[in-house]
């Protein structure tokens, strides 16, 4: 049998791969935390076996997809700013945003022919 795949086809396949799915109702992204976490749990941590079930749910939950966003980054992203809130480490801010409002003030004032303001961003 010769099957021949185009390029088109090949480079969908390989973006949608994320969200493929294995089983009915499991991602590719679920199925491999599933594992991940059962593996690293019960191997590497050593955790009894009785405990997999409750990796594989966290995995199960973790690779969900909510409004296209996989939960594990949102987890990430919520642990990150806690520890460096603990940490007393500076909140990590969009300095680009911050810019253009600024800017924007600027010329809204130019427009309304206020004089030119210099401005200072600390």
Excluded: D
């Excluded at 390029?7 to 199925?31: D, K, N, P």
């Excluded at 594990?72 to 911050?98: C, D």
């Amino acid at each position: 049998m010769n099957t021949m795949f185009t390029v088109t086809h090949f480079r969908s396949e390989f973006i949608q791969q994320r969200q493929a799915m294995i089983l009915r109702r499991v991602t590719m992204i679920q199925f491999m935390l599933v594992i991940c976490l059962t593996a690293l749990g019960v191997g590497l941590f050593q955790a009894p076996f009785w405990l997999s079930p409750l990796f594989i749910c966290i995995g199960y939950i973790a690779g969900y997809s909510h409004n296209g966003e996989v939960l594990i980054k949102r987890f990430l992203a919520y642990a990150t700013v806690w520890l460096r809130q603990i940490a007393g480490m500076p909140r990590v801010v969009n300095i680009h945003s911050e810019w253009e409002l600024v800017r924007r003030k600027e010329e809204r004032q130019q427009v309304r022919g206020a004089l030119a303001a210099k401005v200072v961003m600390e």
